[in-house]
């Protein structure tokens, strides 16, 4: 299929269902708190998106063979969630030494944990993908960092592109700044092309080589979704559940993601919340 740039319709489309991933961050914040379990900001984030948005939450049953579950107009699953190892829940809240796709479960956050929740949402026919993290009471010093660190890499990865830049020298830099400050960039994960699918070309790796890779063009839009640990790079799956990464030596994680779209002369975040400087 290759790489597709997007039609000025195909853009209102994305600038659309961005908003309103950005917009599940701003509203599901006040609700992170000591006790608050995942599977309870799930349930908020799900009830928003089809409720108040009438959106779809793209994770629900992703990569099973039910995919996209339909929801009846009180936002049920008119279909089994899950049954055959698709993603069971309607955000990723990956905590501590989860590195990407934690399902969201019955335990209740403690203070000094901190998570990163992952959403993506479908607006007529179009995705917004996005994340950041949160922190519960007062977090360490050391976590704050590390949290810091990979959204500033976020946002001079973010800076850096428009047409003619190429996604080696965007990976470079990510790498170069989160290893320079003492940390490991994940490379079994990367961001990806976005649209009409969840998930399309190009592979956008948070690593590589300056003067290699896609050269981005006006039209394009991609996620950047760096995951940074603050010990070494490996990772392990949870066998048991099919979907969670934990780093190997259980060290903390940290990602932000955003969704973006090439213009002629730079960049627009389309998944912005008002908090961002740009
Ligand atoms: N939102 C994730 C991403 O940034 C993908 C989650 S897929 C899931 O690409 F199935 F784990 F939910
Ligand atoms: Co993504
Ligand atoms: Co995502």
């Known amino acids: ?14 600038r659309i269902a961005g908003r309103l991933a950005a917009e599940v961050l701003e509203m599901i914040g006040e609700h992170v708190k000591k006790g608050v379990t995942t599977e309870e900001l799930d349930q908020i984030c799900h009830d928003h998106i089809v409720h108040k948005q009438g959106g779809y939450p793209a994770t629900l049953n992703y990569g099973g063979s039910v995919y996209p579950v339909t929801l009846d107009s009180d936002g049920k699953a008119t279909q089994p969630v899950a049954t055959d ?11 501590n030494d989860v590195v990407c796709h934690g399902i969201p479960n019955k335990k209740p956050l403690r ?26 009471g007062e977090p360490t010093p050391q976590a704050k960092k590390l949290i810091k660190t990979t959204q500033d890499s976020l946002y001079l990865a973010i800076d850096m592109v428009k047409p003619g830049v190429r996604l080696g020298d965007i990976g470079y830099a990510i790498q170069k700044y989160a290893e320079g400050k003492g940390y490991s960039i994940v490379k079994e994960y990367c961001g990806h092309g976005i649209g009409a699918k969840f998930h399309e070309e190009p592979q956008v790796t948070h690593y590589g080589r300056p003067g290699t890779g896609v050269e981005l063009q006006e039209g394009m839009t ?26 190997k030596d259980r060290s903390l994680s940290a990602q932000w993601e955003h969704t973006l779209l090439v213009t002629s002369t730079g960049v627009e975040v389309l998944t912005r919340r008002e908090e961002e400087p740009f």
Do not use: A
Not at 2 to 11: C, D, N
């Open 1 to 14: 299929m290759g790489i597709q740039i997007k039609t000025p319709e195909e853009i209102e489309k994305m």
């Open 85 to 95: 190892g698709g993603f069971p829940k309607s955000i990723c809240t990956s905590v």
């Open 111 to 136: 203070n000094g944990d901190i998570f990163n929740l992952d959403v993506t949402v479908i607006k007529d026919g179009y995705h917004g993908d996005t994340s950041k993290m949160f922190v519960v």
């Open 222 to 247: 991609f996620t950047i979704e760096p995951m940074v640990n603050f010990g070494k790079r490996h990772v392990k799956h949870n066998k048991k559940d099919g979907w969670t990464v934990l780093t």
